[in-house]
Each structure stands twice: as C-alpha cells, then as structure tokens.
C-alpha cells in the first residue's frame, strides 16, 4: 500500500444469531450503493475500534452491542483510497434493528452470503469467515 494514499480504517460487528449472521445493506446514496456488509463503519481519529463500533451500530441501527475479539483483518486497495478492515465478534445487548442510517438488513446463513453482492474488501472477509466456519 502507498503511504501517500488515504487510509481509512473501519471496523465491522459479525453479529451472530441461531447460526445466521447480521447483514446490513449501503443506502442508495452511499459510496458503493445497495451493496451488503457487516455493519459498522470507519473509525474516528483517536477512537478506539471498540468505541468506535458501539457508536456506528447505534448511529446506523438504534441498537446497543458489545464487542469481543477481533476475528478477521484485511488490507484493500480501491481506486482512490485504501481500507484497513477489522471485523469483531458482537452481541446484542438492547435495541430493535431500526434502518436509521441502513437501507436493509437480513440474517443470513454463512451458506447464503455468495447470493448477496458485498464491495471487494467485504469479499476478503466473507472469504475468511467461510473458512472460520468450516
């Protein structure tokens, strides 16, 4: 990765239910529209991810988490900017999903995920979580 390109450090909740697993779908008006992710979102200068991923989820979805071990990692490269991922395991404490800043939402089976198209760096991590689950 070039040092002179944006970096954008985001983290994301695998939030995990009866086996199935929290997709959050990109507003219309968002970078990469009505693409499907784990929820979350970029984290601010001097936050820490944690922090970071308790006040995404509850700006996005009016929903309280905690957050526990960091399970996945990636690097990715788009056109104009590059994306360090992180990607921890949640839990619902309180709070109804509501698509506050969300388009949709769905959970879905870890077999399920290939039907819904995620950007490329959510790709790398779907990739990994199929291998954590096998």
């Given at each position: 990765?070039d040092?002179?390109?944006?970096?954008?450090?985001?983290?994301?909740?695998?939030?995990?239910?009866?086996?199935?697993?929290?997709?959050?779908?990109?507003?219309?008006?968002?970078t990469?529209?009505?693409?499907?992710?784990?929820?979350?979102?970029?984290?601010?200068?001097?936050?820490?991810?944690?922090?970071a991923?308790?006040?995404?989820?509850?700006?996005?979805?009016?929903?309280?988490?905690?957050?526990?071990?960091?399970?996945?990692?990636?690097?990715?490269?788009?056109?104009?900017?590059?994306?360090?991922?992180?990607?921890?395991?949640?839990?619902?404490?309180?709070?109804?999903?509501?698509?506050?800043?969300?388009?949709?939402?769905?959970?879905?089976?870890?077999?399920?995920?290939?039907?819904?198209?995620?950007?490329?760096?959510?790709?790398?991590?779907?990739?990994?979580?199929?291998?954590?689950?096998?």
């Amino acid at each position: 990765m070039d040092d002179s390109r944006r970096k954008i450090r985001v983290v994301a909740g695998m939030i995990e239910k009866d086996g199935r697993y929290l997709i959050t779908q990109r507003r219309p008006v968002a970078t990469l529209p009505l693409l499907w992710e784990f929820p979350g979102g970029r984290v601010e200068e001097g936050e820490a991810d944690e922090a970071a991923l308790i006040r995404e989820l509850k700006e996005e979805m009016r929903i309280d988490v905690s957050v526990g071990d960091r399970v996945i990692h990636v690097e990715h490269s788009y056109a104009d900017y590059d994306i360090d991922f992180r990607v921890y395991r949640c839990q619902i404490l309180a709070g109804e999903i509501q698509h506050v800043r969300v388009h949709d939402h769905r959970w879905v089976l870890p077999g399920e995920l290939d039907r819904y198209e995620f950007p490329a760096a959510d790709e790398k991590t779907m990739r990994k979580l199929l291998e954590l689950d096998r």
